[in-house]
């Protein structure tokens, strides 16, 4: 039986299944049929057939169908019946309440049984619409069959058998709901902020302009302004209104006026998250700004579009990637392994070279060949026949682009007449092309390939097609989709491809997952709203398919809630308006936060390697980064073309008076054999003792690669001349060195690979070898001395490699050979400075090292100096104010200037306007001229400098260089032109737009800005391939739109005319007034003009030729436009067209989209390299972030001397006093929740209720003052803070009882405003993800200030471009580029995507619909290539990469939030221990202590970071020891300890990358090394002690026995015991008091150590917990065993270090000082520990005794 336990508690717990857990408990019992395998599946059909029928059951569904009516009511019947024996039988076997497993607790069944009931419910409400009259078909009782679509979740659920216990589901479902959860707080936190805000900054947004005559009690349609506009009643704020007109309040409903505004709290609410969402929110503002000073809704609404939209949502994308990756490993086995695809290509592949390379062919042995000759399969298969494919492929798709069509009149065939032929040739070919195939490689060969089914598939298909009723069909997708064979072009994007789609399991269940979601939540809202009446958006499933697929989209998703939400309250109650309003935020919240986001997981995902991967890539980019390029670039290498022409010198002294042979050594390098150099690039010299050092091999010419090595048979004096000038080298190379002169001539020679070199900077080769010190305190000269042997010859200390590691070997050798790379570079460089004397000469002219030279060198590179080095110590001093000293210093002086004269000159640029030109302007003209000055001087400077191009370090030597130089040369051209007349599309019009790339200087001048454009420009392949699949997507859907839909889209602008014939003449239409639902009163007509008729396309998109289909299709893109496509499509071609524009919004936009989220993601983190980082490494890299942020508490020490002081410290740190602070935080900000106005009575209740909370708030502020006293209050920023709003309250209280106006309302709410933000800290969640999102404002600065600088000069080039276009759909009087300000505010709405395309089109304009000019401020008229350039390229590198970039950014740092005590190296709690321990030792509140006190710190911690003195006393030495030898015995810091801690607390090997556990290693190695030589001098310092004490009395008691001989002789015998056992008494005395002085003793050499023979470092067995806890045990088990005392054991040693002994043992001294694993330094460590054990004892050495002790 135990045994059988055992088993079935391996099998863990039982796995989800489809009918619950334990559906088939009854299989034996009567009604065993419910298990049966085709009554489940019967049953699930009845399921799916459920949602049909519920999603056909609409009266609108019946009207246009009658039999819809019986054939729902009959299936609905049968299937409710099915249901119903199946919960009667599953009753019946397991009982309903009682039974082991009852039917009414399985949450499946309760699931089960809910569904049958609204199945019953549904057929009774069916049978009293259909036969009786007690409900009305359009009844609201509909609503009860909403949860019926639920019931396909039987369906679904079949794929939710898991390979996983339920309990660890559960855990991952909970965490993952969890952090939703959080987020979502944190969402809600922002929103309720700007809806207090809107409420108080804008209330009631009602005046209007109307008519003077207008009667505000009866307002009707034709009393409002044309077009309806907002104003203000205040003449210096706002819009006025124009003459005829008066500005006034209406009080209308909501359902009138609209939903949202800033009436009270909830309507705010509303309207934020609506902004929020990027929809509709640029026409509020314009409202506000329209109503109020125009600084409020700039301030609110850009503020909120930041923080909202682009910062906290994306945080959403970073909660569900984390927890994406988490349920991908534990769902692995559901996805599958990557590259399972590839292992179901059954051929095999080999190797096959040739003349020009290798490649991988694949090759079918095993499976039966075609049947055509071996020239023709030798053909197939040949890069000929692939080119040929590819040409015909790409013919097909140009003669499909050059289908256009036209309208004037002629029938829609005769334009495709000719196509039609060319596509009988192609498709013919491509049936040859497969028949060619299947003939040359066989059925078999031919079908076993994925791309030859497609190809078979493509020629079938377009075969069809070619029947002339079928030819522009929906088979027109054949015919485009062979584009998508040209992938196979390229073998790059082809893996791209495969890499993004090739796992499609993913994804295609991502895909499922959200059309499954579609059909459910469509056919839920179809039920909730059908029965409204003259509503079509809800009335079939058709139409509510459309709507809910539009609120996925984001596009007017307002529209179908406020038209649905008017619809409800106008048929049923106001009430019920506010439930729908909740519904579709909820469904808006789900779709767009959370699938969405799914799908950028997913590709993420896809674009994740393994970690086996990501180890094999870190090594290949270490290599990488390894090999500096040693080539110089073309425009240096050109000198090496010229002879060398060296500067030669007459000498005046003989060589016998030089001390060293300055031989020149490029040189004496000719005289030595050009040798082929080594894989690694380092040999070892001969004859110098196994010296490993760098190989130079210089050569003039590249030599001729021979099979075999040319004989040389007269050699002798060749040989004699290398050997005599390698000696002379080598010498030369000594001598330096004794001089300490690091710059060593290379010398190449022949030998074993190592993995060393000598240089200025030396790469540790073993144990043993000289180490740099972290601070860098080792000299050169030092370390010069210490390798060199006694005769002067270079030598090394250990020369066995045996104990080196893998790894040690591939750091040292990637550091050897970055070493090697600079160093041949450098060498290169050096050669052409010596042989030709114009190189690095400026402008040929000046000279190298003239002193004009130098001084301009001076004024280009003297920058401010941000070390702050003590002169006397030369230790960096601690300063104020740090990051301003280091912002000063970020830049050199001169750059400084310039970027400061460069910001003028873009403030005078942002001042031209078409009226204000600079021709006109003299002020605008001394600006221009003092720019041009100053950047010539500034180039000036630079090129007598550095150069101007054939330098190292030249002016163009990249492509800011270029760029400066263009930017000077356009300014300089148009300083000395000034045209007076500037024509429309002319060289003067372009020259003023390449003036407003000035702005663009700044990205030069600024580092970090420039880093930004590098690391975009470096994940330029990325984009390019997702921009390359993206232009193949809009090349396939455009050439199919073309076929299908070109010359159909065009009507008359009349909508009662159908024939064109008819569209001629004039009509009346009506003008659009406004968006509130009023109506002209009963004898009046709407606002009308009277309209020309016209056939014409509609406005902004066709399908006539494939440049326009594509332009259309780019702006369905961005979500823009597709609601016009879909509507048009729909009105005149049918229902069934809206199919392709749904098809390719969710392939374009839901894929191809979030592969742009994606890719800059992925390449963000390759360049900040994190992308190849293990899973531990970073776990290591957040925990370095997380120890960042952590500050120390700040909080004083309970005052436990004072009773009083006591008494309130308790009171101020209980938790009820901390929650009723924040409760009164959170009743002091609803009072906000309405306007405050000096003319509401309720404002003042609600000022006096503030004063009151003010008065808390007051109370608690003097209460911790009195409880941590003045200055330990003020140790706290969130205290400081406190007291700031405190005080700013109390001026308040003051004003508002003696001012009482609108401003001191304002500044009282203002006063709540920042109360609200205490909430944050007083919350853990909101508190870190508000450092998540500050640490990622504060790292995107850069990114939004290079976002401000490009929008900046995109807004000037538009002032030139379409300053002056006239007014239409999207240019208005708010919306225009007529000055810059309104240009960048333009282009700030265009970055959210509102209607970008419609003031794209705008600009388009050209006559005759508008008025050309001869100059350009002169037209209204646009530019059609000019705005599609402009607008394109703006939305594009705006939208998909740089706003891409802060996602990238949100995700970097939100690592910092998301961690939890399974997971995280160190937790929040671990951190919040550490914190409260600090506090406790920094009494003082500094944040910083004295070392001698970080013992106490590490003796009170707990958790993970405790050490137990006594268990890890090696450990507590060694960490101790760590903090003093890195500050020199100074204070250290909170983050000193902490860093420290962290170190100690990982496993370094697993954690740390390569270069920073080679840094890690060596010091601990230090560290161990130092504590060892000190434990052995207290040690020995115990011994001479002992030694002396006991000589002491021993001399002692000789004296006495010689004095006292007489006495004692007859007591002799009766006196020894005693003084023996005195003897005894006393030494037990002298160890107890020793015990009691160094109770803490910590430092034991135990066997740890010397463990394992030849370790390198100790910190794997100090970094692992388990490893240490081992150790531990090791270590105390002896400990109780083993006798205290003793002489020949290593005593432990206190921290103080006296060296008094205490319990303990060690090995003995002679095996201590004879290994050398456990001292390496053979020199400075036993020798240094021998010579000062003789010195010390060498008066005594004669003692047997002493003998005995050092034993």
């Not at 009707?220 to 907002?230: E, G, K, M, V």
């Not at 055509?372 to 097909?396: E, L, Q």
């Not at 460069?902 to 600006?927: D, V």
């Amino acid at each position: 039986m135990k045994m059988l336990g055992r088993k079935q508690s391996l099998r863990g717990e039982p796995i989800l299944a489809d009918y619950g857990p334990d559906e088939t408990l009854n299989e034996s019992s009567e009604i065993e049929w419910v298990n049966k395998t085709w009554v489940r599946w019967i049953l699930r059909v009845c399921s799916l057939v459920s949602l049909v029928s519920v999603s056909a059951n609409t009266p609108r569904s019946k009207e246009l169908y009658p039999s819809l009516k019986y054939v729902t009511f009959c299936s609905d019947l049968v299937i409710t019946f099915l249901f119903t024996a199946e919960m009667i039988a599953k009753m019946q076997a397991r009982g309903i309440l009682k039974g082991e497993v009852p039917y009414l607790k399985d949450r499946w069944c309760q699931y089960d049984a809910t569904m049958v009931f609204f199945l019953w419910i549904s057929i009774i409400l069916q049978i009293f619409e259909e036969m009786t009259e007690l409900v009305d078909r359009h009844s609201y009782l509909s609503v009860l069959r909403s949860p019926r679509p639920l019931i396909v979740v039987r369906l679904i659920r079949i794929f939710l058998k898991f390979s996983m216990p339920k309990n660890r589901l559960k855990q991952i479902l909970k965490r993952s709901s969890q952090q939703i959860y959080n987020v979502t707080l944190f969402f809600l936190f922002f929103m309720s902020l700007y809806g207090l805000l809107g409420v108080q900054l804008f209330g009631e947004l009602r005046n209007h302009c109307v008519k003077n005559d207008t009667d505000v009690a009866n307002i009707t349609l034709n009393s409002l302004a044309i077009p309806d506009t907002f104003c203000s009643t205040v003449m210096d704020s706002g819009y006025q209104c124009p003459q005829g007109m008066k500005c006034v309040p209406l009080e209308l409903a909501k359902k009138v006026s609209g939903f949202n505004g800033f009436d009270e709290f909830a309507t705010s609410i509303f309207t934020v998250y609506q902004a929020a969402s990027q929809e509709g929110w640029v026409f509020i503002m314009y409202r506000a700004i329209d109503s109020l000073p125009g600084w409020r809704a700039t301030f609110f609404f850009t503020t909120m579009i930041f923080f909202l939209s682009w910062l906290v949502k994306n945080v959403f994308i970073a909660v569900i990637t984390e927890t994406f990756n988490e349920m991908r490993v534990q769902f692995q086995q559901i996805w599958g392994l990557r590259g399972g695809q590839l292992q179901q290509e059954t051929t095999t592949q080999v190797l096959s070279g040739d003349d020009y390379g290798w490649q991988l062919l694949h090759v079918d042995d095993n499976k039966p060949r075609g049947w055509a000759p071996k020239c023709c399969m030798k053909f197939v298969v040949s890069a000929s026949f692939y080119v040929v494919i590819m040409g015909a492929i790409i013919a097909n798709a140009i003669a499909a682009a050059s289908l256009s069509f036209k309208h004037d009149g002629r029938d829609r065939s005769e334009f495709y007449r000719d196509y039609y032929y060319m596509e009988v040739g192609f498709t013919l070919f491509f049936n040859l092309e497969v028949i060619f195939k299947t003939w040359c490689l066989g059925l078999r060969g031919y079908w076993c390939l994925a791309i030859h089914k497609f190809e078979f598939l493509l020629a079938v298909g377009t075969s069809l097609r070619l029947i002339p009723p079928l030819f522009m069909s929906a088979l027109t997708y054949f015919q485009v989709l062979r584009v998508v064979r040209l992938i196979k072009a390229s073998p790059v994007l082809e893996d791209f491809v495969y890499k993004i789609f090739g796992p499609g399991k993913k994804l295609g269940s991502l895909i499922l997952f959200t059309m499954c979601l579609l059909l459910i939540t469509s056919s839920i809202s179809m039920q909730l709203f059908c029965f409204l009446d003259d509503y079509e958006k809800f009335e079939t499933f058709t139409n509510a398919f459309m709507s809910m697929f539009q609120i996925l989209t984001q596009e007017g998703w307002v529209d179908v809630m406020d038209e649905t939400m008017i619809k409800t309250m106008i048929n049923t109650d106001d009430v019920i308006g506010y439930f729908v309003a909740a519904y579709f935020i909820m469904y808006h919240l789900i779709v767009t936060l959370i699938v969405l986001s799914l799908f950028v997981a997913v590709i993420l995902d896809n674009l994740e390697l393994d970690e086996d991967l990501k180890k094999l890539k870190q090594m290949k980019a270490r290599e990488q980064s390894a090999g500096i390029q040693e080539t110089l670039p073309l425009r240096l290498r050109i000198f090496e073309k010229f002879p060398d022409r060296p500067t030669m010198t007459r000498l005046h002294k003989v060589p016998s008076d030089f001390s060293l042979p300055k031989v020149r050594e490029s040189f004496m390098r000719q005289y030595l054999e050009e040798e082929q150099e080594d894989e690694d690039g380092l040999t070892k010299v001969r004859g110098i003792g196994g010296l490993e050092d760098s190989t130079i091999s210089y050569r003039k010419r590249q030599p001729v690669k021979l099979l075999k090595s040319v004989s040389h048979p007269r050699n002798a004096d060749y040989e004699k001349k290398k050997i005599a000038v390698s000696n002379i080298i080598c010498d030369s190379n000594n001598q330096r060195l004794l001089l300490g002169d690091s710059g060593q001539i290379p010398l190449p020679g022949k030998g074993t690979h190592s993995h060393g070199t000598v240089s200025s900077k030396h790469v540790r080769l073993d144990q043993k070898s000289i180490r740099r010190s972290v601070r860098g305190s080792v000299k050169l000269k030092q370390q010069t001395y210490d390798h060199l042997k006694e005769n002067g010859d270079i030598g090394a200390m250990n020369r066995t490699s045996s104990s080196r590691k893998p790894q040690d070997l591939d750091i040292k050798m990637l550091q050897a050979k970055r070493q090697q790379a600079e160093m041949r570079r450098n060498q290169r460089e050096e050669d052409l400075r010596e042989n030709h004397p114009y190189f690095d000469t400026p402008l040929f002219a000046i000279g190298r090292e003239s002193r004009f030279r130098k001084i301009c060198q001076l004024i280009v590179y003297s920058r401010y100096d941000t070390s702050h080095k003590d002169p006397v110590t030369g230790k960096e001093r601690k300063i104020k104010y740090k990051r301003l000293h280091n912002l000063l210093g970020l830049v050199t002086y001169l750059d400084w200037v310039m970027i400061l004269v460069t910001t003028l000159s873009c403030i005078s640029l942002m001042f031209e306007t078409a009226e204000y030109r600079i021709n006109e302007t003299p002020m605008l003209q001394i600006a221009e001229y003092a720019f041009v000055v100053c950047m010539s001087l500034e180039l000036g400077l630079k090129i007598l400098a550095d150069g101007l191009m054939f330098t190292p370090k030249a002016l163009i030597r990249d492509m800011a260089g270029i760029l400066d130089l263009f930017i000077f040369t356009v300014s300089l051209v148009f300083l000395c032109w000034m045209p007076e007349e500037v024509p429309p599309q002319s060289s003067a019009q372009l020259l003023l737009i390449l003036r407003c790339l000035r702005p663009l200087r700044i990205y030069i001048l600024v580092p970090h800005m420039r880093k930004v454009v590098s690391e975009l420009c470096r994940g330029f392949k990325e984009i390019l391939l997702v921009s390359v699949l993206l232009i193949v997507l809009l090349f396939v859907f455009a050439s199919y739109g073309v076929q299908m839909y070109g010359g159909q889209l065009a009507r008359c602008n009349d909508p009662m005319v159908v024939e064109r014939k008819d569209c001629v003449g004039v009509f009346v239409r009506e003008i659009f007034v406004t968006k509130m639902k009023l109506l002209p009163r009963e004898n009046e007509a709407p606002p009308a003009m009277l309209v020309p008729r016209v056939w014409a396309n509609p406005r902004r998109f066709n399908f006539d030729n494939i440049g326009n289909a594509m332009l259309a299709l780019f702006e369905v893109l961005s979500f823009k436009g597709w609601l016009d496509i879909r509507d048009v499509l729909k009105m005149r071609l049918g229902f069934a067209s809206t199919i392709y524009i749904h098809i390719f919004v969710f392939l374009g936009c839901m894929i191809g989209l979030t592969l742009f989220v994606g890719v800059v993601i992925a390449n963000y983190s390759e360049n900040k390299g994190t992308a190849l980082l293990t899973v531990d490494q970073r776990r290591w890299c957040d925990l370095k972030k997380r120890l960042k942020i952590a500050q120390p508490l700040h909080l004083p020490p309970r005052p436990d001397g004072r009773a009083f002081r006591a008494f309130i410290y308790d009171i101020t740190q209980n938790i009820y006093f901390k929650r009723f602070v924040a409760v009164s935080v959170i009743i002091n900000s609803s009072l906000l929740c309405v306007a405050w106005n000096q003319e509401d009575n309720r404002t003042k209740s609600l000022a006096i209720a503030s004063s009151l909370l003010n008065l808390v708030f007051v109370c608690e502020v003097v209460m911790k003052l009195i409880a941590f006293t003045p200055r330990g209050y003020w140790q706290s920023r969130r205290n400081r803070y406190d007291l700031f709003v405190t005080v700013l309250g109390v001026v308040w209280i003051i004003l508002n009882y003696t001012i009482q106006t609108n401003e001191s309302h304002m500044f009282g709410f203002m006063v709540i405003i920042l109360r609200f933000f205490t909430i944050t800290g007083k919350h853990a969640t909101l508190k870190m993800l508000m450092l998540t999102v500050g640490v990622s404002v504060y790292k995107s600065f850069f990114i939004i200030m290079g976002m401000f600088v490009l929008i900046l000069s995109y807004a000037l080039a538009g002032c030139i471009l379409f300053g002056t276009v006239k007014y239409g759909e999207g240019i208005g009087r708010q919306a225009n580029f007529q000055t810059a300000t309104n240009g960048i505010t333009l282009l700030f709405r265009i970055v959210t995507g509102e209607d970008w395309n419609k003031i794209m089109h705008d600009c388009m304009v050209a006559p005759p619909f508008c008025t050309p000019g001869e100059n350009y401020w002169e037209t209204d008229c646009g530019n059609f290539t000019g705005s599609l350039i402009f607008f394109c390229s703006f939305y594009v590198i705006i939208t998909y990469i740089v706003l891409n970039l802060l996602v990238a950014i949100i995700m970097e740092n939100f690592s910092l939030f998301y961690s939890n005590e399974e997971d995280a190296l160190l937790s929040y709690a671990d951190i919040r221990n550490f914190q409260n321990t600090w506090n406790i030792v920094d009494v003082n509140q500094r944040g910083v202590i004295p070392v001698r006190k970080v013992k106490f710190i590490l003796r009170l911690l707990k958790g993970r970071l405790e050490v137990d003195p006594e268990k890890d006393r090696l450990l507590f030495k060694h960490m101790c020891y760590e903090l003093e030898r890195l500050h020199n015995g100074d204070d250290v810091t909170f983050h000193d300890v902490l860093n420290m801690l962290s170190y100690r607390s990982v496993d370094i090997r697993k954690s740390l990358q390569l270069e920073e556990l080679m840094a890690r290693e060596e010091l601990e190695y230090i560290i161990e090394e130092e504590v060892a030589k000190q434990t052995i001098r207290n040690w020995l310092d115990n011994c001479l002690k002992r030694i002396r004490v006991q000589k002491e009395q021993t001399s002692l008691m000789a004296g006495l026995r010689e004095t006292n001989e007489p006495l004692i002789v007859s007591l002799h015998d009766e006196k020894k015991p005693p003084i023996h056992d005195k003897e005894k008494e006393v030494e037990n005395k002298e160890g107890e008091r020793t015990r009691e002085r160094k109770k803490g003793m910590i430092m034991v050499r135990t066997d740890s150590m010397t463990s394992i023979s030849g370790r390198n470092y100790l910190a794997p067995t100090l970094s692992d917990a388990s490893t240490r806890e081992k150790h531990a045990r090791h270590d105390s088990k002896p400990r109780k065993t083993r006798p205290s005392g003793g002489s020949k054991n290593l005593p432990h040693v206190s921290e103080g270090g006296e060296g008094i002994p205490v319990t303990g043992s060690a090995p003995p001294i002679s095996d201590i000082t004879s290994n050398k694993a456990v001292l390496p330094r053979s020199a400075s460590g036993s020798g240094e520990v021998r010579d000062w054990w003789r010195e010390q004892v060498g008066y005594n050495s004669g003692s047997d005794g002493e003998d005995d002790n050092m034993d």
